[in-house]
């Protein structure tokens, strides 16, 4: 069996092979009884998860304002769904490596929905994230990195190899920020700060948003909102040279 640190370099070099923008390593330990309660007993053992995350494309994120079909439909392609493809390519190779060094691997999909009343998957990659000291949970519930803001999908594995996290929870850093809120066309947000002991809706009610899309696709669109991501100014894309 491989030494930590080895084993923790040959992650990385999975993820940069994959092209992964964000590589952490998370002690679960301090959400060890909420993982249960989200998606189940069966992952209570895992203490880790190898979390990874790969950006969107800041110019189709950037056009959801201008509401245009075209770019409602390569968004949620290649935002989305090409996004989530490339992660789960990676969270697999992941796993296959750190189960053949003789530790337990699950990987996690990167979007699949586990519970239609809670409207939640089987495990929080943003929380993953969040505790591998990756970025903060903003006003619009979403993973908050310091440069990429919310324009970032992740996936995560969850494991008990003897891995050393990456970091610890970022406290929330909107400060006076309300943009997501403001912007949201369903006023999904009630606008308050992230607290660890608090539920996810006491900040966002995930129906609304879901009656949103539901409403987008049966008017014949590809059902993309997306403005919490777009109007976020810790993701605005920067300036690049000509
Ligand atoms: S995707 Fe749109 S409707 Fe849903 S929470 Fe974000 S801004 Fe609101
Ligand atoms: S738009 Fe503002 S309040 Fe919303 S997540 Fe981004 S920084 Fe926080």
Not at 22 to 38: E, N, R, S
Not at 84 to 102: F, K, M, P, T, Y
Not at 113 to 142: P, Q, T
Not at 204 to 217: S, T
Request: overall charge neutral.
């Amino acid at each position: 069996m491989l030494m930590v640190e080895p084993l923790e370099k040959r992650l990385r070099e999975i993820s940069a092979e994959g092209m992964a923008d964000y590589f952490g390593i998370a002690d679960l330990g301090p959400a060890k009884d909420a993982i249960p309660l989200q998606g189940g007993e069966w992952l209570r053992p895992y203490d880790r998860a190898v979390v990874v995350g790969i950006r969107m494309f800041d110019d189709l994120v950037d056009k959801l304002p201008e509401h245009d079909k075209a770019v409602a439909i390569d968004y949620r392609h290649h935002c989305y769904e090409i996004l989530n493809l490339r992660l789960d390519q990676i969270v697999s190779r992941l796993a296959g490596e750190v189960q053949s060094q003789g530790h337990a691997a699950v990987p996690v999909p990167a979007s699949k929905r586990y519970d239609d009343e809670r409207i939640c998957a089987m495990f929080s990659h943003k929380m993953a994230a969040h505790l591998a000291g990756l970025g903060w949970i903003g006003k619009s519930c979403m993973l908050i990195t310091p440069d990429h803001g919310p324009r970032v999908r992740w996936a995560s594995l969850l494991t008990n190899a003897p891995l050393t996290a990456t970091g610890s929870a970022m406290p929330p850093k909107c400060g006076e920020c309300r943009e997501c809120v403001d912007a949201c066309p369903v006023k999904a947000f009630t606008g308050r700060a992230f607290v660890v002991t608090e539920p996810r809706e006491a900040r966002f009610d995930a129906r609304k948003c879901e009656v949103y899309f539901d409403e987008l696709e049966a008017k014949g669109g590809p059902g993309v909102c997306g403005m919490c991501v777009a109007v976020c100014p810790r993701g605005r894309a920067k300036p690049r040279p000509k």
